[in-house]
């Protein structure tokens, strides 16, 4: 804090940090507190509130506790993005290893060129390519009747279309923290554990990936986060059957009425999302600065 | 007796680079060989193809008689210790120097057993469960060492190991490879670009310059018969005086320079008429001499301890280094004056420019 006022003097400094406290107070803590305030009031007509039904009780939280099919969504939303995060780890883990290790600096650039340009684009955009690519008589299907892989075109959409949808949204979350510890990596481990004998597996399980490991922890974190509080892929990509939770909130806000209700769906959502992240951190042995750089 | 080494016109070309060529020496099993050269001459090029990480582009590298060919460092029977170590920073002293035993399946106790033996050969029993980050430099030297040795190489390759340690350490580490190296018999193979690292601990010497080999011979044999001008300049300190071979005399060349005809031992392929230079080492120019005598003016004294240098010039500017003992220091010529200097024959040797 004091560096601030050291480095701009003590003018821009103060601006600085009023913008910064404004940030805090009306994008972080106004939004939330809000919410936790909504989420624990009951819904009540215009001409109740402030009533004497208008008092703070957990019923909107318990309320999902006791829904069955919302329970059963909430939790498939929270292993289904894990799951998201453990595939996009897989795909991301050879890319950067390849890219941090072995690429030239020329491969380097044009491979992160290549996959940036995408997400130039918004992300409604990129999941609705997807929804091109995995129709029914979409591309996808046609190549695959095409060479004979199937005999008959398969809907995507639905779990699979979610997945491969999300994976390939967050691939850059995943792809750039886990790239960045690789590089740190000296070249000369590898060789070493190579040079003793050691298998490509072994190389991977006993130097990469511990080195990496903040990285990993890094990206499945922010991966699990935004697969878990996506709405776009599952909205275009899913099927009745693959509901997420983010689509059952939106539903109490914008169908159902019930804000109260959508509110304490969210902060729910946001609770395990909290404890899912900071358990995945203590037992990767990572501590929440390491993930800030 | 461990394993042999042996190159057989193996060059190594990057792209458009010739990075080493036509490199032939062998390696006899359990000698303490060392390749000296400047950075980039080709020497860790030359370590990496001895161990699989590189395949040479041409020529054949044979260890213990059978061609390594399309052999990876995992296949051969070599173990290589790094110029930064690479010791693993997350495991403890002791899964390092495992680690070899481990990616061959050895089973744990047996693995921390062996651990435990190497530890106390490198004189560190006890430091098996700390991390390689708490220890000082030496001992994370000595663990790399322990590390490679624990897979019981035939070969030990070593990439300037001890460029990062200090002048006091970096001497007392090379005795230390010299005994462990005695003492367990295998063959090392030693890169370093330090000339007196590799003259004080190694059996025989490669000379490397710009991808070729220049010589290759004991540490004496080098410092008293260089066969090239780059060996004589780069082993040890000299002074070069060029001119033209004038006589041949059975093994002594008189060669006329620009401070006058000097005599030397005529060295391989030299012929009356061609150019030359005579080298001749500062400890052999002595003040008081009559042969081979030259007129020079003393411009700094360098006290280095045991011995002085003495930097003069001739009478056309060209530099003259003579050292003297400390115990002859008294009648030694002072800065201002002017000396002669000069060297018996014997203690000099004509080289034919090339």
Known sequence: MGDVFKRFGGGLGTVFTALVLVWLAGMVLAPNITMIDYALRPNLPPSAIGGDQDVYSLSNILYLAGEDVHRAIFFKTIWASALVAFITFVVCYPIAYWLAQNATPNQTALVLLALTIPFWINEVLRTLAWYILLAFRGPLNEALLAIGIIDAPVRWFGDTGVLAGMVYAYILFMLFPIYNAIESLEKSQVEAAKDLGASTWRIHARVVIPHAKAGIATGCVFTFMLAAGSYVAPALLGAPGSRWFTQIIYNWFFEGGNWNRGAAYALVLLVLCLVVVLVTLKLARVNLTDVAK | ?354
């Not at chain 2, 080709?42 to 008689?65: W, Y």
């Not at chain 2, 540490?219 to 040890?236: C, E, H, I, M």
């Open chain 2, 1 to 354: 007796m461990s394993h042999s080494v042996e190159l057989q016109d193996v060059g190594m070309t990057f792209g458009k680079t010739r990075a080493v060529g036509d490199v032939s020496f062998t390696v006899e099993g359990g000698e303490f060989f060392s390749i000296l050269g400047p950075s980039g001459c080709g020497k860790t090029t030359i370590l990496r193809m001895v161990a699989g990480f590189l395949q040479p582009t041409e020529g054949k590298i044979l260890i213990g008689g059978k061609d390594m060919a399309g052999l990876g460092p995992d296949q051969r029977p070599t173990a290589m210790i790094f110029q930064s170590l690479a010791l693993f920073p997350l495991m403890p002293v002791w899964e390092n120097i495992a680690f070899g035993l481990e990616a061959r399946g050895v089973a744990k106790a047996e693995r921390r057993r062996k651990a435990d033996e190497l530890l106390k050969l490198i004189a560190l029993e006890g430091y098996g469960d700390r991390m390689p980050g708490e220890l000082s430099g030496g001992q994370r030297q000595r663990v790399a060492i322990a590390r490679a040795l624990a897979v019981e190489p035939q070969v030990l390759l070593l990439d300037e190991p001890l460029s990062a340690l200090d002048l006091k350490l970096r001497q007392h580490m090379r005795a230390e490879l010299r005994a462990l190296q005695k003492r367990t018999g295998v063959t090392f193979i030693y890169i370093t670009h330090d000339q007196s690292e590799a003259l004080a601990m190694s059996d025989r010497v490669a000379v490397m310059s710009a991808g070729v080999l220049q010589q290759v011979g004991a540490p004496r044999d080098l410092y008293d018969n260089p066969a090239t001008p780059f060996v004589a300049k780069f082993v040890g300190e000299t002074n070069a005086y060029p001119g033209i071979v004038r006589a041949i005399d059975g093994k002594t060349a008189s060669i006329e320079t620009a401070h006058g005809t000097m005599r030397g031992r005529a060295g391989p392929a030299l012929a009356v008429g061609s150019k030359a230079s005579l080298y001749v080492r500062p400890e052999a120019l002595k003040a008081a001499s009559v042969d081979n005598a030259v007129a020079a003016t003393v411009d700094r004294f360098d006290f280095e301890g045991a011995f002085a240098l003495i930097h003069a010039r001739l009478p056309d500017g060209a530099p003259l280094v003579a050292s003297v003992g400390s115990l002859d220091f008294a009648d030694a010529p002072k800065p201002g004056e002017t000396a002669r200097f000069g060297f018996a024959p014997d203690h000099a040797v004509v080289l034919a420019d090339g």
